[in-house]
């Protein structure tokens, strides 16, 4: 659904030419990369949160980390998913004191916050 809803608001923002659309070809926070280079960053990403997920479901670890890692996971798909159809991230929330950036972004910072939450609130048992 995280996937479906970003890139949705993604193809209005984009065919309406919202002021504050932006076609990002870095990787975030204006670090720019190449076109190939940025797919590979975000490939190799995916892959890593995706096996973390899978490996942590299959070994029912850390239950409490499959949510927040699905949101990255999902996030990161989002954006992947731009730079293969459109060349770049659309990046439409722009709050001037920040690098412009979209809801896919958000929520892999939602996720990756709630794991450092996670992983840093409990002693390991």
Do not use: H
Request: charged share 15%; hydrophobic share 60%; aromatic share 12%.
């Amino acid at each position: 659904m995280i996937v479906i809803a970003d890139q949705l608001i993604k193809l209005i923002f984009v065919k309406y030419q919202f002021l504050s659309t932006f076609c990002n070809q870095g990787i975030g926070f204006g670090i720019e990369f190449t076109k190939a280079s940025s797919i590979l960053f975000s490939s190799v990403a995916l892959v890593v949160v995706a096996s973390a997920l899978i490996y942590l479901i299959v070994k029912k670890l850390k239950r409490e980390l499959v949510f927040p890692l699905t949101l990255v996971t999902a996030g990161a798909l989002s954006n992947l998913l731009d730079r293969i159809i459109r060349d770049c991230v659309v990046d439409f929330i722009n709050l001037k004191i920040w690098p412009s950036f979209n809801l896919a972004d958000a929520i892999i910072s939602i996720g990756l916050i709630w794991v450092v939450i996670i992983l840093f609130s409990r002693p390991d048992s």
